[in-house]
């Protein structure tokens, strides 16, 4: 029943989006294949390293966001201890911002869901995750595809900062009236800047 209600939460909001156009955005800084992004967030910094060899499109997909500055002055708006850290949807004042299509899932490349990667977040449709990622704070197998359905793309690992990210995922969290959703901390952690290194 966990596992269900947790799947739940990680698909977000109650919104349809369909993949179009746009699942495989043009190469972002080509010449590095593993390229480090810093997020430094108001309980620290956690360093990234994504694996575009594993998943190009996803890591293209990020990379455009940290340096369209799409990430700076957003919020973790979704914690659940033991299970994963989630952001880059609100900024502090619960507003969206505009996003590009959807990225292809590329659960399937082999990276899994285990303790300190980072992957996207998505709805339903396994090909509509654009701008909010999370972080898992355990082995999440049962966010990896399987015969049967697509998985949650993971494309880095957390380098740096891995007591930053436990600590975040250590906070207290509400409801909250403004997301109309569980396990929002109740006081925001603010991913003030995100960059490639």
């Not at 799409?70 to 850290?85: A, C, E, G, K, L």
Request: charged fraction near 20%; charge should be negative.
């Amino acid at each position: 029943m966990y596992q269900k209600l947790a799947l739940f939460l990680l698909l977000g909001f109650p919104v349809s989006l369909v993949a179009k156009g746009d699942c495989f955005p043009g190469e972002v800084l080509p010449d590095n294949p593993f390229p480090i992004v810093e997020l430094t967030t108001s309980m620290g910094t956690i360093a990234v390293e994504l694996n575009r060899n594993r998943a190009p499109a996803t890591s293209n997909n990020f990379l455009r966001y940290v340096l369209e500055g799409h990430y700076d002055n957003t919020i973790f708006h979704r914690v659940i201890p033991d299970f994963v850290v989630q952001g880059g949807g609100y900024t502090p004042e619960i507003e969206e911002r505009d996003v590009h299509d959807p990225v292809l899932n590329e659960s399937g490349n082999g990276l899994e869901n285990n303790l300190g990667t980072i992957a996207m977040a998505r709805f339903n449709d396994p090909h509509s995750a654009t701008s909010q990622f999370y972080f898992n704070l355990k082995n999440n197998e049962a966010l990896n595809p399987n015969s049967r359905n697509w998985g949650y793309t993971v494309f880095g690992d957390v380098i740096e900062g891995m007591e930053v990210l436990e600590a975040i995922g250590a906070v207290e969290t509400g409801f909250s009236e403004a997301l109309g959703a569980p396990d929002v901390p109740v006081e925001t952690v603010i991913l003030v800047t995100a960059k490639v290194r």
